[in-house]
């Protein structure tokens, strides 16, 4: 079946730092990859997506690009702030299973001043 | 303009019992989903609801029942309340199964 894997954190980063969440995914077919965010005490929001190969998702400063070579959706920022402190979900969608997105584990990542 | 709401957004509530969490979306889409959260934070879809179409993830004890009154809504029923119940249940709409989904504040439900 369908899995994506995320690295564990939680990762800690100092303001301004690089930051990069790797994900890997295993599915059938073609299936399209989503970062979503969740802010404490608050549901998921959708930070990017991207559908088919190459493609390049990005948002408030992140990106993420659809490396079908290597099945990796690597969620990358040039320079975090506080405020991005959050728990990261990489997920895809296939079509399979009960048609629903399979997420990895989530991340957490805490950014410190 | 809430676009996803669910009430309530805690429910405490003793093994044994019945209950049920509302779920509403105002953005038009056509599907609606159920997703449980653990302690984890590990994310797992429940349910996913289309144009009266139910697909159930096998996992899913049957005392789980999904209503759909009408588009804008899903309505999560579960019957004879458990311990390993404990969770955040996220309800989620689409445009289509394929596009973004969009979540709700998510309802934390703790079973004593």
């Known amino acids: 079946g369908d899995s994506v894997t995320q690295m564990e954190g939680p990762v800690t980063l100092s303001e301004e730092a690089f930051l990069t969440i790797n994900c890997t995914y295993t599915?059938?077919?073609?299936?399209?990859l989503f970062w979503y965010v969740q802010y404490p005490g608050e549901g998921l929001q959708l930070l990017l997506k991207?559908?088919?190969?190459?493609d390049k998702g990005s948002n408030k400063g992140f990106e993420a690009t659809y490396r079908k070579e290597t099945t990796s959706f690597h969620l990358e920022k040039g320079s975090v702030q506080v405020s991005d402190s959050a728990v990261y979900f990489c997920?895809?969608?296939?079509?399979?299973?009960?048609?629903?997105?399979?997420f990895g584990k989530g991340t957490h990542l805490i950014i410190q001043p | 303009d809430t676009a996803v709401s669910q009430t309530p957004k805690y429910l405490v509530t003793q093994m044994g019992n019945d209950k049920s969490i509302k779920c509403e979306q105002n953005?038009?889409?056509?599907?609606m989903y159920w997703y449980k959260q653990d302690s984890k934070k590990f994310l797992k879809i429940m349910f996913s609801?289309?144009?009266?179409?139910?697909?159930i993830n096998e996992t899913v004890p049957n005392r789980f029942s999904p209503k759909s009154p009408d588009k804008a809504h899903l309505n999560l029923h579960i019957n004879s309340l458990e311990l390993g119940d404990s969770a955040v249940y996220f309800c989620?709409?689409?445009?289509?199964?394929?596009?973004?989904?969009?979540f709700g504040p998510g309802t934390r439900l703790t079973v004593t």
């Open positions: 989620a709409s689409s445009n289509s199964r394929k596009n973004e989904q969009y």
């Open positions: 599915a059938t077919g073609y299936p399209s």
């Open positions: 991207a559908t088919k190969a190459d």
């Open positions: 997920a895809l969608y296939s079509g399979g299973g009960a048609d629903g997105l399979t």
């Open positions: 953005l038009g889409h056509d599907t």
């Open positions: 609801y289309n144009n009266k179409e139910l697909i």
